[in-house]
């Protein structure tokens, strides 16, 4: 197995691409410490992967919060005795917090909020995973971007701002995490079912159009990308099947960015 006895930290792992890495990453053998905001969630996937007969924690974590990663990633350590993989993948957008999302009108507050988790809360968290994962040998930085990363898109100024910051960031951690063996990644996905991307088009004067272009600008399959396809890229990236790609963003995306 993949992650055989390693100790997995899969942030915003209550739901969606979170939840499927949490799951996946146990079915590969690792010990997961699963975390949200939304502790009905997270015990649901905690159960979920319990039920299945893996081996898991559930740590109440909000990503805007030193104190609350500090305190993480510690629990991480004093559950399982090392950490080796840390899963950033917690993250809101625009539509979760208002209806203004032109880059002329999105509220300060929002974007401030929207930074504090995103992108603040992706540094924070590899920061205080460090020097734990340094101390276990090394292991592997999971990052979450989106097509965003790479492009622009209309009602996400902030999202797609931080996405790209991402990007810079996985790179950035690549080069100063090299001499503790801990290698950084990040996957960009394009649209995927889940909570995130169904609020998006909700959100919109006609959901059913903007639902329908977004599974138009996927190539190869028409469909939205389901979290478990997700989730098995993050658990090769966590992985030694994956020991050197270091500094990259790969993108999984149904041939979307091919020609958009």
């Not at 007969?53 to 350590?77: F, K, P, W």
């Not at 920061?127 to 734990?132: G, I, L, S, V």
């Not at 097509?147 to 931080?162: D, E, F, I, K, V």
């Not at 996405?163 to 001499?179: P, Q, S, Y």
Request: glycine fraction near 10%; charge should be negative.
């Amino acid at each position: 197995m993949k992650l055989q006895d390693k100790v997995c930290v899969v942030t915003g792992s209550g739901s969606g691409i979170g939840r499927a890495t949490a799951l996946e990453m146990a079915r590969e053998g690792g010990r997961i410490v699963v975390s949200d905001v939304n502790d009905a969630n997270g015990e649901s996937t905690l159960s979920a992967i319990r039920d299945a007969g893996g081996e898991a924690a559930y740590v109440h974590a909000d990503m805007s919060s030193n104190d609350d990663i500090l305190a993480l990633m510690q629990a991480a350590v004093d559950t399982f005795g090392a950490l080796h993989v840390l899963h950033n993948n917690a993250g809101i957008h625009e539509s979760d917090l208002t209806t203004d999302m032109t880059m002329q009108s999105l509220p300060i507050e929002v974007w401030d909020r929207l930074m504090d988790i995103n992108l603040k809360g992706v540094w924070l968290a590899a920061r205080a995973a460090y020097p734990h994962m340094r101390d276990s040998g090394g292991g592997a930085i999971v990052n979450a971007g989106s097509t965003a990363s790479l492009a622009g898109y209309p009602n996400c100024p902030a999202y797609a701002t931080a996405k790209h910051a991402i990007v810079g960031l996985t790179k950035g951690m690549a080069l100063d995490f090299r001499d503790a063996q801990i290698r950084a990644n990040c996957y960009c996905p394009a649209s995927v079912d889940t909570a995130m991307v169904s609020k998006f088009w909700e959100a919109a004067e006609d959901p059913d159009l903007v639902k329908s272009f977004m599974v138009s600008t996927h190539l190869l399959p028409k469909r939205l990308g389901y979290p478990e396809e997700i989730a098995k890229l993050v658990c090769f990236l966590a992985s030694d099947d994956a020991s050197f790609i270091n500094g990259a963003g790969l993108v999984i995306d149904g041939g979307q960015l091919a020609w958009m």
